[in-house]
């Protein structure tokens, strides 16, 4: 099916929540990790930021002189400040706040590929379990045959060849399952190292829902980000631009002249300075503000494109990958357990020769081995297509702004 058509068929409704274990596996596992901790430290210094650029930028300066020139003496004191008459502190303030956007939507960035990570490292690590359960049992099976095929070959009922074939499958069996043992080991400590227990954690048993459209790419927080940085970017060229305005700073000084002892009087004074912004007037910092501003907007574009491509992309694998667990559910071909008993049945009446059994038997076992990586997929496809769509945060029971 065409892509355009296999979107065009979704259906409309949200995806439900995750299954209340899910949720409180996932909520308590992001609590605990240091990524965590680290997006509450990023949140913390973003807004500390914002509050300091919204601070006066400028503080009062004490005066003091004392000047004994002959027989004149005079002290004073006095205080400066610098006035902003530009308003760099209201351009700094929405700069920075700009800047705690961006950071929002990066908490958000991170929130979700964490849950995205966690989840695609259980579905690995429920698959390497189902794999190994399923390698137990054809270790313990052909173990069986082999038994079997040496009381056969004792009463003449089978050949030598077919014996030590039996024993050869049988070893086989035990060499692959120290593979998938080591495989499920490496999934449970890439599941323990997002903060996974393995001894809660399971693939529910639910209906997935047929894809739906979500939220558009708009809302993505990689989109959220580079919106935030361009905003904050266009806020720069503000700030760069009240840069080149120069403050004055005024100052009031009183105190007392004393002239030869003889006579006192008070002195009152009045300062202005004003800086001359002649040997640099600061309009390259504009120019280079406007620049990354351009920068920011046409990344802008280039990660819409992508979320979007992205997007399509997640949606269409998983409602294939969807399409192909169900058929996989449905097959009568699929039912492991009656074809293992078949198979056994037909090479005791001797229909079957060892050879074949074990051909067959093999393809048996390799189909149930598959159906533990499907399954598997389809979640990790099903993650996918939550986090494109914007779902995926709620669907965890983690959304809402930090």
């Given at each position: ?187 449970e400590a890439r599941f323990r190292s997002v903060g ?207």
């Amino acid at each position: 099916m065409a892509s355009g058509l296999l979107f065009a068929a979704y259906a409309q409704e949200p995806a439900p929540r995750a299954p209340a274990p899910i949720r409180d596996a996932i909520q308590s596992a992001w609590r605990q990790h240091p990524t965590y901790q680290s997006t509450e430290s990023q949140l913390a210094g973003a807004r500390a930021r914002r509050d300091a650029a919204g601070r006066p930028l400028y503080n009062p300066e004490l005066t003091f002189d004392y000047d004994d020139e002959g027989t004149d003496k005079t002290a004073t004191a006095g205080i400066n400040l610098t006035l902003d008459l530009a308003g760099k502190r209201r351009a700094r303030e929405s700069s920075a706040t700009a800047r705690v956007d961006e950071t929002i939507a990066r908490v958000h960035l991170q929130r979700r590929d964490f849950v995205r990570s966690w989840f695609a490292a259980m579905s690995d690590w429920r698959m390497a379990t189902e794999r190994t359960k399923t390698g137990e049992r054809r270790v313990a099976l052909l173990a069986r045959f082999a038994d079997l095929a040496r009381k056969q070959f004792a009463a003449d009922d089978i050949s030598g060849l077919e014996r030590d074939l039996a024993l050869l499958a049988r070893d086989e069996a035990e060499a692959e399952q120290a593979t998938l043992l080591a495989e499920q080991a490496q999934a449970e400590a890439r599941f323990r190292s997002v903060g996974g227990d393995t001894a809660l954690a399971n693939l529910p048993d639910v209906v997935l829902p047929l894809p739906a459209r979500g939220e558009g790419a708009d809302d993505a927080p990689e989109v959220e980000i580079a919106r935030a940085a361009a905003a904050g970017a266009e806020r720069d060229i503000a700030v760069a631009r009240k840069a080149r305005i120069a403050d004055p700073t005024v100052g009031v000084r009183g105190g007392r002249v004393e002239y030869d002892d003889l006579a006192r009087d008070n002195v009152v004074g009045v300062t202005l300075t004003v800086p001359l912004n002649i040997r640099n007037t600061y309009r390259a910092e504009v120019v280079a503000a406007e620049a990354d501003a351009a920068v920011a907007r046409a990344e802008v574009d280039r990660i819409a494109l992508e979320v979007a491509a992205e997007r399509r992309r997640a949606i269409d694998s998983y409602g294939t990958t969807r399409a192909a667990w169900s058929r996989w559910k449905e097959s009568r071909g699929t039912d492991v357990t009656r074809r293992e008993n078949l198979l056994e049945r037909l090479w005791r009446e001797g229909e079957l020769s060892t050879a074949d059994y074990l051909l067959q038997l093999k393809q048996t076992l390799d189909t149930e081995l598959a159906r533990a990586e499907l399954q598997a997929r389809v979640w990790r496809a099903y993650a996918d297509y939550l986090a494109a769509t914007g779902q995926l945060e709620r669907w965890a029971g983690l959304e809402g702004t930090p």
